[in-house]
């Protein structure tokens, strides 16, 4: 895993260095040495503080959090990685990754 480029964020008058895993911005993939996105390693919330500020803050039920969008994103990949992984089958296979239906 590597490194995005370190960046400082400014509190008051004392500035800080912060750095986060180098993802893919879209996928949320974790990216190696070379550049290459992991297919089985991903990031989200706290650890991508140093390039999406405050996406941990405020990740309150109903809301469109960043938390939550991320959350989504690795979800349907893990739910597809899932799926392929597995020859001959089509969709989820346990009852709990089915939908139930609206949010109530």
């Known amino acids: 895993m590597t490194w995005s480029k370190p960046c400082s964020r400014k509190s008051g008058s004392a500035a800080s260095a912060i750095a986060s895993p180098d993802v893919e911005p879209a996928r949320l993939r974790v990216r190696d040495a070379d550049g290459v ?15 999406e500020w405050n996406n941990a803050i405020g990740a309150r039920a109903r809301s469109d959090a960043a938390l939550f969008r991320q959350a989504d ?17 089509t969709g989820p296979t346990a009852p709990a990754l089915q939908s139930s239906g609206p949010d109530r």
């Not at 996105?37 to 390039?51: D, H, K, M, Q, T």
């Not at 994103?73 to 992984?85: D, E, K, M, N, S």
């Open 37 to 51: 996105a992991s297919g089985r390693l991903f990031a989200c919330g706290i650890p991508l503080e140093g390039v």
């Open 73 to 89: 994103v690795i979800a349907g990949q893990a739910l597809t990685a899932a799926r392929t992984a597995l020859p001959g089958r």
